[in-house]
């Protein structure tokens, strides 16, 4: 039984939920989202709740993300999504250059990053970088890529881990070579 899919979504003040087939569309103050539930799953718009039901018992972990996915597309036209990378290193910094981010990170040339449509990027400091959009999975997939750009290094050196980290993110340190 999938105990998520069963729960209710209480739609907020200020958001139109439309199911059209099996296209539902979320529109909000801060944009709109739509997405298209798999078949064998039935939505109930009542009340100002959205209830899911499967039709059969194979589309248990489906019922659970379609519930998951419409719930993040409810709060990402609401409240919307961020991200917060840190980036470590000696001379390493990130600027924007228009629409798009510049990271300079160690390599003989500066990184551009066109982001996503429907994402922003913000850099309150030289070594920060927010990534922020109404999609959660855009949000999270274009974070991945910036932070891919310069991995963070396991071995500690003197001045420091350096890479491209999540705020809040712990990296563990590995040991490195003695010269015995």
């Known amino acids: 039984m999938s ?3 069963l729960k209710a979504i209480k739609i907020p003040s200020g958001v139109e939920v439309k199911l059209d087939g099996s296209v539902l569309t979320v529109k909000g103050p801060k944009g709109t989202l739509t997405y298209e539930i798999t078949e064998g799953i039935d939505t109930v718009i009542e009340d100002g709740t959205i209830h899911f039901a ?3 018992e194979s589309l248990k972990a489906v019922h659970g993300l379609t519930r998951s996915l419409v719930n993040n ?3 990402g036209v609401t409240q919307g999504f961020s991200k917060t990378l840190i980036i470590q290193g000696v001379g390493f910094r990130a600027t924007k250059d228009g629409k798009n981010l510049v990271l300079n990170v160690g390599y003989s040339h500066p990184v551009v990053m066109e982001p996503y449509e429907g994402i922003e990027i913000e850099i309150p400091e030289p070594t ?3 990534v922020k959009g109404i999609d959660k999975q855009k949000v999270g ?3 991945a890529k910036i932070r891919k750009v310069r ?8 001045r420091g881990n ?3 980290i999540y705020e809040g ?3 563990r340190s590995k040991a490195g070579k003695t010269g015995a």
């Open 3 to 5: 105990r998520i899919g």
């Open 54 to 56: 499967r039709q059969n």
């Open 73 to 75: 597309m409810i709060v």
């Open 128 to 130: 920060k970088v927010v």
């Open 141 to 143: 997939e274009f974070a």
């Open 151 to 158: 991995e963070p290094s396991v071995y500690r050196t003197e």
């Open 162 to 164: 350096k890479g491209i």
């Open 169 to 171: 993110e712990v990296v």
